[in-house]
């Protein structure tokens, strides 16, 4: 039997603000400054190579994401308006993990386990 989770309903129903807003040709060209819950998707010839964002824990630090199949590891964009990413994002930085899940235009934070206790990760909020 499906579990049935209202937070996933409501999501469903509800979009968030993640999305692709800007697609350029090499990374070179990914702007320095973006706007927030906005990605930027890196696509010479039109084939994705490279997702970039400022992280949503918002300490300031970026977050590139392969696409490329012949690379490891990668990701897939599922769906670019709302974004909806494959598999979740799992990052070290600062000596503060960042794990979560985009799904939907909603950013899922994925609650870590310290010492036997269960604690949330950088954020406390879903995006």
């Known amino acids: 039997m499906a579990r049935f989770s209202l937070k996933s309903w409501w999501q469903a ?3 968030g603000p ?4 800007v697609v350029v040709a090499e990374a070179d060209q990914i ?19 490279w997702l970039a964002f400022d992280c949503p824990c918002e300490r ?9 199949p012949a690379r490891s ?6 769906r670019q308006r709302p974004l909806t990413l494959s598999p ?7 000596g503060q993990r960042c794990h979560y899940v985009v799904y939907h235009g909603h950013v ?10 269960r604690s949330r990760c950088a954020s406390p909020r879903t995006i």
Request: hydrophobic residues 35%; proline residues 10%.
């Open 60 to 68: 300031g630090h970026r977050i590139m994401l392969n696409l490329d």
């Open 88 to 94: 979740s994002i799992d990052v070290d930085s600062y």
């Open 13 to 15: 129903r509800r979009p």
């Open 31 to 49: 702007p320095v400054t973006m706007s927030r819950y906005e990605a930027t998707l890196v696509a010479p010839h039109g084939l994705p190579k």
């Open 73 to 78: 590891p990668r990701w897939k964009v599922i």
């Open 108 to 117: 899922n934070w994925v609650p870590s386990y310290k010492g036997g206790k």
């Open 18 to 21: 993640w999305r692709i807003g």
